[in-house]
């Protein structure tokens, strides 16, 4: 992030900042995180604001996948400050952090396969939430998911393990949404699947902003960021190279192409 400040300001470019009527959700202080004796993140900074849409860009291995299982908890060793809807979770388990309405759409999907669609759809039900003020937060039911993914609607008794990888790409997200999250962290979605799946989950993760439900996802297809998302956040090794607008992004080729090029 040292780099790229005096880089933007050279160039007339602001860093992207809170308005003042948006309340961070999540806020990200120092995150690292080790497989093993190896650190994979180091000192990881960020924050997703109420009804936005960030996306963690960068290359294979740089980090984007394990950032979103160490705010779930999943990283066995971690530091750092991770601050979610005012309380630090930093150290709590993947349950609890989960039952406080953060939602993981993990990249390999994990569904239940000898479960039929409905039956995962009850697995990951929790009761509805209020924002802090009180006010009442998106309630998914059934009847809203299979609406948001009509090809579900269409097999509420298959299996899951007899449905294609876009099916079940959806069917993870659904499975998700049912536990009534504040906010999404969506791994991948646009990997592996269809061009017909590609612009479904375009189109619902439109509709969740609208709903105001928040999405952290990891994502390398910039096509499909300018698609969905406010702000960037770009890693590289573990590290924050930048974090703005896309259209601040634009501004900084060489940044693009040290850090998102194949």
Known sequence: MARVRPLLRRQGIRMHKPSQYQAALLTVENLCAWYGAAQILFDVNFEVRRGEVVALMGRNGAGKSTTLKTLMGLMERRAGCVTWMGRDISAQPSYRIAASGLGFVPEDRRIFTDLTVLENLA??????RRWPEGISAPE????????L?????????RLGGQMSGGEQQMLTVARTLMGNPFLV???EPSEG??????EQMVQMILELKRQGVSILLSEQNLHFARL????????????VRFAGSLAEL???????QDYLTM
């Open 185 to 187: 962290l969506l791994d």
């Open 250 to 256: 634009d501004q900084l080729e060489q940044l693009k």
């Open 193 to 198: 699947v269809a061009p017909i799946v590609v």
């Open 149 to 157: 993914f009509p090809n579900l609607a269409a097999m509420p008794e």
């Open 140 to 147: 998914w039911t059934v009847e809203r998911v299979f609406a």
């Open 123 to 128: 697995v990951g039900r929790q009761p509805p």
């Open 228 to 239: 969905v998302c406010d702000r960037v956040v770009l890693l590289e090794k573990g590290q």
